[in-house]
């Protein structure tokens, strides 16, 4: 059983940065696919960032050169840093593990059995 709980949420300014981390319970950890999504508003849920067990990464274009993930196996945490952040960053942002093996598609919210609660990312102006 895989529990995540994420933090480093808030309030910012444009052009501002944070870093989410996720913290993960579960022997499944070091072996798991892990996500980062977030879901705005009215909107659906979007894939932000991924890293496979092998430490292969992958953003979304929307975030990318501005977003990475990394994860800390020792630690059992996956982390998201967001640099350079836009109103239209602001989402809640869920952590999720995919621990079925293989998966082509981690881009996929589909593809993850494990989710954390979400914390909440608000840029101002």
């Known amino acids: 059983q895989v529990q995540l709980v994420e933090s480093g949420g808030g309030l910012v300014q444009a052009g501002a940065s944070l870093k989410l981390s996720c913290a993960a319970s579960?022997?499944?950890?070091?072996?798991?696919?892990m996500g980062w999504f977030r879901q705005a508003p009215g909107k659906e849920r979007e894939f932000v960032a991924a890293?496979?067990?092998?430490?292969?990464?992958y953003v979304a274009d929307s975030v990318k050169g501005r977003f990475a993930i990394s994860r800390d196996n020792a630690k059992n945490t996956v982390n998201l840093q967001m640099n350079s952040l836009k109103p239209e960053d602001t989402a809640v942002y869920y952590c999720?593990?995919?621990?079925?093996?293989?998966?082509?598609?981690?881009?996929?919210?589909?593809?993850?059995?494990?989710w954390g609660q979400g914390t909440q990312v608000t840029v101002s102006s």
């Open positions: 999720a593990a995919s621990t079925t093996g293989w998966v082509p598609s981690v881009w996929s919210a589909r593809v993850y059995d494990y």
């Open positions: 579960g022997r499944t950890f070091s072996s798991a696919a």
């Open positions: 890293i496979r067990s092998n430490g292969n990464t």
